[in-house]
């Protein structure tokens, strides 16, 4: 079967980009395995159209192309590790987790995680700000990647699809903190929890500790936000001073917590009070992971002998 592609995102291919990728993933090539690349590859549940893609322009071809530098940037450069993974269902599932630090790589890093460490591995869709699909470039390489514009009608047919979704209900003021403020977790929205009531979906909370310090953000740039089109953009110690490297993340070691998968039953529809006392749950969860996070992992991140941890 095949189904006609609809998405957010232009349907149009990018051979710069995918040469560009093609020969980068060579050169990483030993971070790749096969039998896991198929296994993560596989794992989608949503159909493909006669052009290998999915309706939102997911790619499975373009993602084996970015498996080897995904897992160099997962093993090498931020050597994650995750804390809690275990097995969990292949049905549907949301993952909602904190905002650390001011460049989406925080979702990249936990879907990483599901797709190099998950048993089985799975490719996890992660729901993108209004914003994100108007930037060049990068919108249409997370389109490729599987992640998704975060409007309500993608969540639940995703869902209703059994595939993994993340969400980060701190939206904006998640991403727009500055150094001083990180980890401390702005007010949740509570769309996520009506959907996943909606669609009978267990809710993952995850923290994310680490990144904030990755890219420590001092200032928000509104000139270069608003030539981006993003809400937000750091300066940081080295950017723009040292350019262009300055803007690369430092290469900190991150942590992810997974809780338990928690369900919540009642009316999806009810007064916002109601809503809001759940959505209370996952949050306080969330900020009790990543104080853990922050507690194991002390209160100087960065080592002399050991670099930034």
Known sequence: MTEDYTSEYD????????DFLSEVGTRFRDWGDKNWENQVLNSGATK???FGFDPFGMSPAFIRKVIPIVRFLYRGY???RTHGLHELPTTRLM???NHSGQLPFDGSLIAAALAIEGRPPRILRSMVERWVPKLPFVSLFMARCGQVLGDPDNSRRLLENDEAILVFPEGVRGISKLYWDRYKLKKFSAGFMRLAMETGTPIVPVAVVGAEEAIPAIHNSKILARLLGAPAFPITPTFPWIFPWGILPYPVKIHLYLGEPMSFSGDPNDEDEVIESKVAKIQDK???LVDRGLKERGPFPISVLGGVR
């Open 11 to 18: 349907d149009y291919r990018s051979p710069h980009l995918e």
């Open 48 to 50: 493909l159209n006669e």
């Open 78 to 80: 931020f050597r994650v």
């Open 95 to 97: 993952f909602v987790a």
């Open 286 to 288: 969330i900020q009790q």
